[in-house]
């Protein structure tokens, strides 16, 4: 089992920035891929931003590209997001989430951070 723990969430003003954090425990996670996710209210949880194991491949989704920066430090167990530029529309409970090896999806969830940006 790994467990996920956000932190770094906040109120910001629109072109600010901020930097997430996830921490893991429980099992190393440098064989799993790692991904940020977002929901807003009223809205479904969307892909923010993603890295493989080795931190070789990166992925972001179109609204947050040139903007935000997903990392990973395998030898302390944590990932990270880099957020500038923040935008209104950012505003959302930021999630961590990780892939096992064998797994087709995400399975594991920390508890999430808000993130508020204000206009």
């Known amino acids: 089992q790994v467990q996920l723990v956000e932190s770094g969430g906040g109120l910001v003003q629109a072109g600010g920035s901020l930097r997430l954090s996830c921490a893991a425990s429980?099992?190393?996670?440098?064989?799993?891929?790692m991904g940020w996710f977002r929901q807003a209210p009223g809205k479904e949880r969307e892909f923010v931003a993603g890295v493989s194991w080795s931190g070789s491949s990166i992925y972001y989704a179109d609204s947050v590209k040139g903007r935000f920066t997903i990392s990973r430090d395998n030898a302390k167990n944590m990932v990270y997001l880099q957020m500038n530029s923040l935008k209104p529309e950012d505003t959302a409970v930021y999630y961590c989430?990780?892939?096992?090896?064998?797994?087709?999806?995400?399975?594991?969830w920390g508890q999430g951070t808000q993130v508020t940006v204000s206009s």
């Open positions: 429980g099992r190393s996670i440098s064989t799993y891929g």
């Open positions: 989430a990780a892939t096992t090896p064998s797994a087709t999806s995400y399975n594991y």
